[in-house]
């Protein structure tokens, strides 16, 4: 049996270290089809999972891989999967099942030039509304963004923990840029790596209500195959599991799915900010975009400019609050993505006027380039 | 109502009774000769889980109690697929239609079967999507007539035993809806056996089906089907499509006893990895094993201003293994920062392509090369197509036989190897990357010789350390005579 957590100073591809996370993580079950840039999480879930007792399985396509690990994960497994733009958006209907019947469950996104077959094999981060709003209905799900290998690593560590505790879908927001970088990526001793497990059903099976909730709104899980014989079912459903297609109960059921991420965001939420409390310029990004930002804001002080950034760490739900306090205290707040605009969308539906907001946008295929964006930052902070 | 009792009422949900489905329709009969079945098998039933897809044949899992998942239009096969490889302790049945089945899910049931995934399969054939009002579908008969072939279907429907069979199904059988002791009989033996095992239930849809093709009840539907079926021993699954004017032949067309993929899935890895039983609560016990040991960081990093190397060559030089060893060596031996990152693309096998690498004391935030510093070229085509980043006081390594540099601008410093004809000479061509690391490595001092070597010892393969390491020092030495020569 190999092990489970390589502990030990690594140079590592952001593909690899997603991997390596998943499985420090706890992860046992690995569904996918091959798609750029994604490949090499697949590749090495291949090699590393029947080490350690997991299974890998390829599937026909991304409709296959989504469905199996929501079935994989209410056969009592952590399971994921990874894809790209193309596969992601097959996904979606199945990722609705998993919001639906509450299945964790974990899919890496490793973003790529876009729509259709776009840019395979070069960067953008443009599902960022995708992995919002991707399925069809009203839901609220988590995304995360690393910026770097050594975040593919924890944040798949955090994501597991995230999908397990609140029983949602967990979108990992990679790109291609973080999935082939390599940088050193530390993995820490496995005692020191906290890992989360759903909360199982154990009361009497008499009785038992599947779908029946306390304060934090998250259902106890019942195992298949654990004796409680529970019927689980993507229709609108009562406290038993039982299809129930009325007003009533779907005025229940769907509020209650989106409150239990919306109700405890701030748990949920967290962001890095850099050089933001004398800000008077504000960047807001998130995953490798991040690291553009940053060379952008030392650069930017070294020029004597109050240049600060917020880096979202959870793209959704979305800080709301946080981008309301620097609406109050900054000029203006900017936002970059490489896309034509999707975060900013949200930056200013909350910003709601109270401070100049702009974007400075990047239809793909590059990351941004640090001196486009200070002259543009400049231009901005000059005339706000 | 209440003192009214279903005969397998134990197995099936009496609280969710009156159930949706039609009077004379197929389904509830066929869910009841499953149920008897199962209390039949003596086997913990709760180990047993039922999953449905959409459609009228959809909402069985609804109806047996038993854990029960009704998943999505045509996903049913993929979700079980899931459930069984994550807790093969459950014995999954999927039971669904055929709209469902082999029509939206067409791709997934052919897989399956490839496969052998280890599940039992009951496909309720109706003709048509009955939960929608009766369209047409993947399995309607020529010439019959669905409320989208008013005229008469002109496709040809699937002969679904034989497409069963022909990816490789374990067992393969057919009744209708009016053969309960046959569905009986064939859910025992697929209880019996492993892998892919499938039963098509031709079923009765008089609501939908029958009313627009001249059978209004469901007792029209069973005369029909007692009439047209033939039962045989060892049919041929060629001659298994439904045609309305000939008989519909049912019976086993295949029982084969190929391994289940459970079973080739641990044939194949047990022997390479040690693969213990998938408890599958997520909380594996891995066994300690004795810990490699982990390389030391050095505790006090020396100093780097940020350099940033281009490596280009043609496809089987080495450029990314050379870039890796230098990421690996200043990361993980010097405790410096890397960043490596490699030219990308499908189409660019063949030609000319480059890895960077960039190496600083700091954390370094933009993680590409727009000017190097360092270009090492081990390729003429590397040359040419990477020559507009050579800039004024960048340093440049080259294979002196394979690089002619021409056009330089002012101030490049050059320094030559023959690192091939050198790799030639210790003995393989394949490692004049490492000469030209070893070369690198004598001019420059961003990484430390000990993190080069050790970084260099871990990248190549087990067995080839003392090769590759001669084929370093042949080009350190090279170097450190061209730096005398200099000074």
């Given at each position: 049996m190999?092990?489970?957590v390589?502990t030990?100073v ?5 593909n ?12 046992r ?12 999480i697949?590749?090495r ?5 029947p ?6 399985i390829q599937m ?10 929501v079935?994989a994960?209410?056969?009592g497994a952590k399971?994921?999967t990874a894809t ?5 958006s097959?996904m979606?209907?199945n990722?609705g ?6 299945a ?8 790529r ?8 094999t070069?960067v ?7 992995a919002?709003?991707?399925?069809h ?5 988590i995304?995360i963004s690393p910026s770097?290998?050594q975040e ?6 955090k994501?597991?923990?995230?999908a397990?505790t609140?029983?949602v879908?967990?979108?990992m927001?990679?790109d ?5 970088l390599s940088e050193?990526?530390?993995?820490p001793e496995k005692?020191?790596?906290?890992t989360?497990?759903r ?7 008499e ?8 304060d934090d ?6 195992i298949?195959?654990?004796g ?23 005025e229940?059921?769907?509020p209650?799915?989106v ?10 939420i967290?962001?890095e900010?850099?050089?933001i409390?004398?800000?008077e310029?504000?960047l807001?990004?998130f995953?490798?975009s991040t ?8 650069r930017a002080?070294m020029d004597?400019?109050k240049?600060?950034?917020l ?6 739900p979305?800080?709301?609050k946080?981008?309301?306090?620097l609406s109050?205290?900054v000029?203006?707040l ?8 999707q975060?900013a969308?949200e ?5 709601k006027?109270?401070?100049e907001?702009?974007l400075i946008?990047n ?6 380039d640090?001196?486009?964006?200070y002259?543009r930052v ?7 | ?5 279903h ?9 969710r009774?009156?159930?949706i489905f039609c009077?004379g329709?197929?389904?509830?009969g066929?869910?009841s ?11 913990d039933?709760?180990?047993?889980t ?8 959809g909402?069985?899992a ?6 029960g ?10 979700y ?9 302790d ?5 039971f669904?239609?055929d709209?469902?089945l ?7 049931l052919i897989?399956?079967a ?6 039992i399969?009951i496909c309720i ?5 009955g939960?929608?009002?009766g369209?047409m ?7 019959t ?5 008013v ?5 040809t ?5 034989l ?7 374990n ?5 209708t ?12 033996e697929?209880?019996?056996r492993?892998g892919?095992r499938?039963?098509?239930v031709i079923?009765?849809?008089?609501i939908?089906?029958?009313?627009r093709n001249?059978m209004?009840?469901?007792i029209?539907?069973v005369?029909f089907f ?6 045989k021993?060892?049919?041929?699954p060629?001659?298994?499509l439904?045609?309305m004017?000939t ?5 086993v067309?295949?029982?084969?006893g190929?391994p ?8 194949v890895l ?6 213990e039983k998938?408890?599958g ?11 490699e040991?982990?390389p030391?960081i050095?505790?006090?990093p020396?100093k780097?201003e ?7 060559g043609?496809g089987g030089?080495?450029?990314?293994l ?11 031996f010097?405790g410096?920062e ?7 693309g499908?189409?660019?096998r ?8 960039i190496?600083?004391s ?13 270009m ?5 085509a590397a040359f040419?197509k990477y020559?507009?980043?050579i800039?004024p006081?960048?340093t440049l ?7 002619k540099p021409e056009?330089?601008?002012e101030?490049v410093?050059v320094?030559?190897?023959?690192a ?6 210790v ?5 004049a990357?490492i000469?030209?690391l070893?070369?690198?490595?004598a ?5 430390s010789?000990d ?6 010892k871990m990248s ?6 003392e090769?590759?390491?001669k084929a370093f020092?042949?080009g350190y030495?090279?170097g450190?005579?061209?730096?005398k020569e200099e000074?």
């Open positions: 190999g092990k489970d390589l030990g690594h140079f590592m591809s952001g690899h270290a997603c991997a390596e996370g998943a499985i420090a993580a706890g992860c079950y690995y569904a996918g089809y091959p798609i750029t840039p994604s490949n090499e697949a590749e879930m291949s090699w590393r999972l080490q350690v007792g997991g299974i890998y026909e396509d991304e409709i296959a891989s989504m469905a199996a690990i079935g994960s209410w056969g399971s994921m790209s733009g193309p596969g992601f097959l979606q209907e990722l099942l998993a919001v639906m019947t509450e964790p469950c974990v899919i890496v996104d490793v973003q030039g876009a729509p259709s077959t776009g840019l395979p070069l953008a981060q443009a599902d960022v509304m995708q919002r709003w991707g399925s209905g009203d839901y609220a799900t995304s770097s290998p593919c690593f924890d944040f798949m560590i994501a597991f923990n995230l397990e609140w029983r879908p967990v979108v927001l990679s291609e840029s973080i999935a082939h050193r990526v530390v993995i005692k020191e790596i906290k989360v497990f909360k199982v059903a154990t009361g009497p099976k009785g038992f209500l599947p779908f029946k909730v306390g709104l998250v259902p106890e899980m019942p298949a195959g654990s409680y014989r529970v019927h689980v079912t993507g229709l609108t459903h009562d406290e038993r599991g039982y299809p129930d297609l009325s007003h009533r109960m779907h229940q059921l769907v209650r799915l409150n239990k991420i919306k109700q405890n965001a701030e748990k949920i967290e962001y900010e850099f050089m409390d004398d800000a310029v504000v807001i990004t995953g490798v690291r553009i930002c940053r060379a952008v804001v030392k002080r004597g400019l240049l600060g950034m880096r979202l760490i959870t793209v959704w979305f800080p709301e946080r981008v309301i306090e109050n205290q000029k203006a900017v936002t970059v993505e490489i896309n034509l605009g975060l969308l930056v200013e539906r909350v910003v006027g109270r401070c907001t702009y946008p239809a793909g295929g590059e990351v941004h640090p001196e486009m964006v002259a400049k231009e901005i902070a000059q005339n706000s | 109502m209440s003192e009214i009792k005969p397998s009422g134990k197995l099936v949900r009496e609280d009774m009156p159930h009077p329709c197929g389904i509830g066929t869910i000769n499953i149920a008897e079945a199962l209390l039949e098998s003596g086997q039933l709760d180990k047993f039922v999953v449905s897809g959409i459609g009228c044949s909402r069985a609804g109806y047996f109690k038993l854990d998942f009704h998943t999505t239009h045509g996903r049913p096969v993929a079980a697929t899931g459930q069984k490889l994550a807790n093969p459950l014995n999954v049945i999927v669904s239609g709209g469902d082999t029509t939206i899910g067409g791709n997934h897989h399956a490839r496969r052998n995934m280890d599940l399969v054939n109706n003709f048509n999507y939960m929608t009002g369209q579908g993947g399995t309607t008969p020529t010439l007539k669905t409320t989208t072939c005229y008469g279907n002109f496709e429907p699937f002969n679904v035993p497409l069963m069979t022909a990816c490789g199904a067992y393969v059988a057919r009744w809806s009016a053969h309960s002791h046959y569905i009986k009989k064939s859910f025992h697929a209880l019996e492993e892919f499938f039963i098509e079923s009765a849809c008089p939908n089906w029958g009313r001249k209004r009840t469901g029209d539907l005369k007692l009439n047209q079926t033939v039962v021993e060892n049919p041929d060629q001659d298994a439904i045609q004017d008989p519909i032949l049912c019976g067309f295949a029982d084969e190929r289940g993929l459970l079973r080739s899935m641990h044939e047990s022997p390479k990895v040690k693969v998938f408890r609560d997520g909380k594996i016990q891995v066994p300690e094993t004795k810990e040991e982990a030391e050095v505790s006090s020396k780097v940020q350099v940033k190397i281009k490596l280009g043609l030089q080495g450029i990314a050379l870039g890796l060893i230098m990421g690996r060596a200043t990361c993980i010097d410096n890397a960043v490596y990152s490699q030219e990308y499908a189409e660019a063949g030609g000319a392509s480059a890895s960077s690498v190496i600083s700091e954390k370094i935030d933009y993680p590409y090369i727009k000017v190097p510093d360092v090492v070229l081990m390729a003429q040419r020559k507009s980043e800039q006081g960048c390594f080259i294979d002196k036989d394979l690089v056009d330089l601008p101030d410093k320094y030559a190897v023959p091939t004809r050198m790799a030639e000479e003995g393989r061509k394949v490692v990357n000469v030209m070893g070369f690198i490595s001019l420059t001092d961003y990484i010789l993190a080069v070597q050790s970084a260099l190549v393969p087990k067995g080839t350390e090769f590759n390491l020092q042949a030495e090279y450190e005579k061209l730096k000074s």
